[in-house]
């Protein structure tokens, strides 16, 4: 019996961690907004159901922002999903000053469907830096990591 745990044990110490597909079915988005102000923390929150809210006092909205929905693709078939953990790997940046994503939510299923696919969907807020000074009229892009747990 130490044997077979021992062989076990081993097995586990060298198996690497697999790497998803990913297909963007819907790319997270903030949106567009204006900033009026950038005295204190304002936030922009997109909901994996697709509500938003934004703090009026810091921004004026132009176009409205949508949830993020991904497909994750190569993973064994009909097998059960503990939990997923979103992270920003690189804060919102353009040419001026950055905005952090962070709150991030998740939605997922309980399981990968029958061709090894799940479907995530997730909403963050982005926050400024609320140092003062003006944010420059430019486009913001990040990195977010997903990461699935069996």
């Known amino acids: 019996m ?3 745990c021992g062989l076990i044990c081993v097995f586990f110490l060298f198996t690497s961690p697999t790497y998803a597909g990913v297909t963007t079915v819907r790319a ?5 907004f204006v900033m009026k102000n950038n005295d204190a923390a304002y936030d922009i929150t997109i909901n994996t159901n697709g509500s938003y809210s934004f703090s009026a006092a810091g921004y004026i ?8 929905v991904y497909d994750l693709d190569g993973m064994a078939a009909n097998t059960a999903i503990t939990s997923v953990t979103v992270t920003q790997l690189t804060s919102l940046s353009g040419s001026g000053f950055d905005m952090q994503m ?3 939510q998740e ?3 309980a399981s990968t469907d029958g061709s090894g696919v799940a479907r995530i969907e997730i ?5 400024n830096n609320a140092i003062g000074g003006s944010y420059i009229d430019q486009t ?6 997903i990461q699935i747990n069996f």
Do not use: D, Y
């Open 2 to 4: 130490r044997f077979f």
């Open 28 to 32: 997270l988005s903030f949106g567009q």
């Open 61 to 68: 909205e132009i176009v409205a922002p949508q949830e993020g």
């Open 102 to 104: 962070i709150n991030f």
């Open 107 to 109: 939605t997922h299923p």
């Open 123 to 127: 909403g963050a807020t982005a926050r």
């Open 140 to 145: 913001f892009g990040g990195v977010i990591q």
